[in-house]
């Protein structure tokens, strides 16, 4: 019979729907349940794609004994935490703070005012490796409630009071200046890992905001070390196993630091934010590699994670069934040299097996290999090439696919708008262009109400019950920036003010410029969660700063200049000596130190020579640059006002802090003024 969780939105929590656990969503009725019954709470946080969270579901929440003791002692609370990730944030800090490490999925026992007090991850169903088993914890922590809960109480609120202490220091209230994205330069140079690419060890997760830095600090400073280690980390990733050599497309991260073996599940934020740098890498050297890997991410995503409504799905999971009926991770992606055979002959086998790296040992588990490009040297018949790599896609087409978790998040689609709208623009794909809209399209009519106020999620049309974050106003507004300086369309700045706003008043903290994660008016939870760290994606604080500039430099608007440089300060604090961690602080320091410049592309709209002034000024390195388009009469964006043809020709304005260069008509001009 199914729990409470069968009415739910989330794909996650629907996973759990017909557990014999009696599963709460988090929820103000479960914790007065928790109240009136006098037990404690387990809260569980994971995600849908999450390899860990399957496997404790199976061995644990699957099992009827171990259901029956958590219904008779514990109000059991599952959470998805890509829908509520104020309270994963919250409750992962607590976990942090206590083990030293976090993860998902994750344990953490409550009293029923939702202070923690004993804290963990994944538990086995039996001890392993000097880890208790889930039922000694369930026993552990029942005995403690039961004799010792004075106790229990007490190191709960001290938890609280800990965590309540913690609040950031909000670091130098000066913007960054040169010194400070000079000394975070240096910082990734000593973290960088020159045989490979990429910052740091195994694990290796794809730094895309950390690359748009590089790619910005080159493009503003001409240093040519930014450079180089952006693109050979592209390059490294492109031909890793991380990256899908049939489909395109981005695994979430590599177990090694060689980029060979994937955590294989494809999240859209991490395709949305590599789409784009490898488009910038393309749009900074012309790469033939970035160019390919940028198109064909932005096809996987349209092909693979467009839902019907016209959003993005959040994930395609890393397990899939390997023909015999068991969930095995990377089943879907991996070969043995037996299964070339078996789809190409001999011949061509042998061929794919040196191609794409495919070994009798294997490069992966049971003799398997994740296929890579491992020869950065040699010529390839490019025709077999392109037959061998059809014919393996359609036969892996008829393996059991991975699930797709449908939910589509705010924050990840504006990060997929922003991609999607510039990928197009750039290589000429007015279908990537329309995708973007068709998203954007849905933000507005389904997250966004008729008080501007976003929703976190939607699933089938139909949206979910969570407040958007900072994260998704800033995220979303990023992807309307992207499409107004597209498309042309001052709609998409409209609506982006509108979100704007409400960052400056219900996230800023009036006197100190801090930024909060969830909005004054929010669920009030055990502390306000407050994050400046970028992780997976751009932090809300990043990603605002970024999106207030921009706004800023197309309207004008001084108050919004002005928060984005107070957020700023925490990056003169983090940025020399965190930069891996604040890379799209970073960016965006990057980019107010360059201006932005602000362009105006003035002329008839189908005008071969605007769509030519329009196209240079899209294609301009200069960090954070934005761009408007339109007619000589048209009031659609601000900095188009006044703006006038030059001797009836289409005509190119370029300012940046107060100053504006002569006007031009002639595109090589204003790529010229654009590099300055």
Not at 602 to 608: A, I, L, T
Not at 655 to 664: G, H, K
Request: charged share 25%; glycine share 8%; proline share 5%.
């Amino acid at each position: 019979m199914p729990n409470r969780l069968a009415h739910e939105t989330s794909p996650y929590l629907l996973q759990h729907a017909d557990n014999p656990v009696d599963w709460w969503p988090w929820s103000a009725d479960a914790f007065e349940e928790a109240r009136k019954s006098g037990k404690p709470v387990l809260l569980s946080v994971g995600y849908s794609s999450c390899h860990w969270c399957h496997v404790m579901a199976h061995e644990s929440f699957e099992d009827q004994e171990t259901a029956d003791y958590l219904n008779a002692h514990f109000v059991s609370v599952k959470v998805d935490r890509e829908e509520r990730p104020d309270v994963d944030a919250v409750y992962m800090e607590a976990v942090q703070a206590a083990t030293g490490q976090g993860g998902w999925p994750m344990t953490v026992f409550l009293t029923p005012d939702a202070e923690p007090f004993y804290f963990g991850t994944y538990f086995p169903p039996a001890p392993r490796q000097g880890s208790p088993s889930f039922r000694q914890v369930l026993e552990g922590v029942h005995s403690a409630w039961t004799d010792r809960r004075d106790e229990v109480t007490e190191v709960a609120e001290k938890i609280v009071r800990d965590l309540a202490g913690r609040e950031i220091a909000f670091g130098d209230t000066q913007v960054p200046g040169e010194e400070d994205l000079a000394g975070a330069l240096l910082g990734l140079t000593r973290d960088y890992d020159a045989g490979h690419g990429g910052f740091g060890g195994a694990p290796k997760f794809p730094p895309s905001m950390t690359i748009e830095f590089l790619l910005r600090h080159h493009a503003r400073t001409g240093a040519e070390g930014a450079l180089q280690m952006a693109a050979d980390t592209c390059e490294r990733m492109a031909r890793g196993g991380i990256y899908d050599q049939l489909a395109g497309g981005f695994a979430r991260y590599s177990v090694d630091r060689e980029w060979v073996v994937p955590h294989f599940e494809k999240m859209l934020y991490d395709n949305a934010l590599l789409c784009r740098v490898y488009a910038h890498l393309w749009r900074s050297t012309g790469s033939d590699l970035a160019r390919r890997v940028a198109l064909e991410t932005a096809d996987f995503m349209v092909r693979e994670l467009r839902t019907n409504e016209g959003g993005f799905a959040s994930a395609l999971d890393a397990d899939s069934d390997d023909g015999t009926g068991k969930h095995v991770e990377g089943a879907y992606y991996v070969w043995t040299p037996a299964q070339l055979r078996e789809v190409l002959g001999d011949q061509d086998a042998e061929l794919a097996a040196d191609y794409f790296g495919v070994t009798q040992e294997g490069t992966f588990e049971e003799g398997a290999s994740v296929l890579q490009l491992p020869q950065s040297e040699g010529v390839f018949d490019a025709e077999r090439i392109a037959s061998i790599r059809a014919r393996l896609l359609a036969a892996r087409g008829e393996r059991s696919a991975p699930g797709r978790d449908d939910k589509v998040v705010a924050a990840w689609n504006g990060l997929a708008v922003a991609a999607l709208a510039e990928t197009g623009a750039y290589f000429d794909r007015p279908d990537l262009i329309e995708a973007a809209l068709g998203a954007a399209d849905l933000l507005v009519r389904l997250h966004l109400d008729e008080h501007a106020r976003l929703a976190r999620t939607s699933k089938d049309g139909r949206v979910g019950a969570n407040a958007g974050v900072l994260e998704d106003y800033a995220d979303v507004s990023e992807g309307f920036l992207a499409l107004a300086s597209v498309t042309g369309e001052g709609v998409w700045l409209e609506f982006a003010g509108f979100l704007l706003d409400h960052v400056l008043v219900q996230f800023t903290d009036e006197e100190s410029g801090t930024l909060y994660d969830t909005a004054a008016d929010a669920e009030k939870l055990i502390r306000r969660p407050q994050d400046p760290t970028d992780n997976a994606t751009p932090s809300g604080w990043s990603a605002a700063a970024g999106a207030l500039l921009s706004y800023a430099a197309q309207t004008g608007a001084e108050p919004h200049r002005a928060a984005a440089e107070r957020a700023l300060g925490v990056v003169k604090a983090l940025g020399p000596r965190a930069p891996r961690f604040i890379g799209w602080g970073l960016a965006t320091a990057e980019a107010l130190l360059d201006g932005p410049r602000e362009v105006a592309v003035v002329g008839p709209v189908d005008d071969p020579a605007t769509k030519e002034l329009h196209r240079a000024a899209l294609l301009a390195t200069a960090p954070g640059a934005v761009v408007a388009v339109g007619a000589p009469d048209s009031d659609e964006l601000p900095l188009l006002a006044e703006r006038l043809l030059v001797s009836g020709e289409p005509t190119a304005y370029v300012c940046r802090n107060f100053t504006c260069d002569a006007p031009t008509t002639d595109v090589d001009r204003l790529r010229e003024a654009l590099k300055r």
